[in-house]
C-alpha cells in the first residue's frame, strides 16, 4: 500500500532500539492505487504500520547480538539487523 522512509540507510548505523532514533525523520509514502482502501483513515489519532524489510537479505538462524561475543539462537533475545 506504501512504502516507509527512514533517514537510515545503512543497518550499521541504525539504532537498535527506538528510543537511540527519538526525533529521527521519517515518513510514509502511500500508493496512490490505493486511496478508497484508505477511506477514514484521518478520523484515527493512531495506525498500526506493517511493514517487511526489503532489504533485509537471507535470515540466519543463529548470530552474535549487539554488544555480546556468543553465538545464540536467533529467537532468543536479540536477532541480527537488516542489512
Not at 21 to 26: L, M, S, V
Not at 34 to 46: C, G, I, N
Not at 58 to 82: I, Y
Amino acid at each position: 500500500m506504501g512504502t516507509i522512509h527512514s533517514a537510515f540507510e545503512e543497518a550499521t548505523s541504525t539504532p537498535i532500539q527506538p528510543a537511540r532514533a527519538h526525533g529521527a525523520p521519517g515518513r510514509v509514502v502511500l500508493d496512490p492505487t490505493h486511496a478508497a482502501d484508505l477511506l477514514d483513515l484521518e478520523e484515527f489519532d493512531r495506525i498500526r504500520l506493517v511493514y517487511w524489510f526489503d532489504r533485509a537479505g537471507a535470515a540466519k538462524l543463529k548470530v552474535v547480538p549487539c554488544r555480546n561475543t556468543v553465538e545464540h539462537s536467533a529467537n532468543s533475545k536479540s536477532a541480527v539487523k537488516p542489512a
